[in-house]
């Protein structure tokens, strides 16, 4: 595998969708490659950037037992 | 009337998967009450329609299918109303910031307010945005999301590639506005 082929498959190898197979490969590369490792890292930063800012939303407790009695 | 047990468990794992449905109502609609409307309106149409409901299979997915398709006919009217994104080409936040010598580019997400990412978030547009919500936010497969928006798991790959480049080119523009990164510089700007 080259940086290229790394790049094009980071996105899956971010969100774990490859095989195992291509997860290997690709994890074999990231291990000798300095810049893909450190690209890699920083989209995973991103991803978990964002997840952690936009799960701070929770639904309020008022809306939360308002459904409740609705539902029973 | 009592309700079945049946029907308490179905209210109860439905229940359970309230704040998502919330973030994402929150996310596609930008407007809390908006958001408590659409995401009421969800729960009565999975209770008037419980009896699809496969036991066993993703609740979360298809609680969130019929609340974005909720969203999509009646927050949003027509499907075609989505606008594009617009073309950022292949912009890659950490090829930019390493190439303008903010080392080490994973700082610069430290220093981005969560507000301003959230902001980017709101700012994709909406079939960008609930892949992101469904992928990024809640964890789902490819496969699930697929199914939940009803794509293939291509166009779902596709827009979420989309998707996060442009979020990070308006995390970028917003880091250069508030002095977090200096476009075209070498130096990294120290927050205030």
New interface residues.
Partial sequence: MNCSDCSEKLDSYLDRELSNTEMLELQLHLEGCPPCADNYEFQASMKRLVKVCCEQDKAPAAFREKLRQILS | MA?SPAQ?AF?EE??SH??T???GA??LTRDPDSA?DL??EA??RA?RYQHSYQQGTNMKAWLFAIMRNLFWDRFKGSRKEDVSLDDVGEF????KLRDEGAKP??DV?DK?A??E??AA?EQLPPLHREV??L???E?F??KDAAQTLGVPIGTV?SR??RA?QQ??KSLYDYAVESGIVRANGTKEVPQQ
């Fill in positions: 309700e308490t209210a439905a229940l309230l704040d449905l919330y973030r929150l996310r408590q995401v009421q729960y009565l209770l890659v936040l950490y090829d580019e994973a997400l981005l969560a507000s990412v959230v978030v992101v919500l992928v990024d936010v964890g497969s490819y790959m979420l590639h996060r979020l990070q």
